[in-house]
């Protein structure tokens, strides 16, 4: 899933909106499965993200009348890498 929120989240482009993340998920999990990776079969990329807001690795910050997928403040803080942002 890190790769996905690295493509999904940039510096130009901190928050995605729900259902194009949902969709960027979507599209991931099927490039995994394509390559054999084990995943949970039943589940969607909804399913992911919500997971990832139970874990704290995404927050639902609502902006302009639509909610937004964003990575927590917590993990933009503790997860910093080359880009300084993860």
């Known amino acids: 899933m890190l790769a996905l929120f690295r ?3 940039t510096r130009t482009r901190p928050r995605v909106p729900l259902d194009d993340f949902h969709a960027m998920t979507d599209s ?3 490039r995994l499965r394509m390559d054999s990776v084990q995943l949970r079969e039943d589940w969607t990329g909804r399913n992911y993200a919500d997971d990832r807001v139970a874990r704290r690795f995404l927050d639902r910050p609502r902006a302009d009348g639509k909610f ?3 990575r927590s403040r917590s993990k933009r ?5 080359p880009e300084g942002w993860w």
């Open 28 to 30: 991931f999990l099927n």
């Open 68 to 70: 937004v997928g964003r």
């Open 7 to 9: 493509e999904a989240f």
């Open 77 to 81: 803080r503790g997860r910093a890498g």
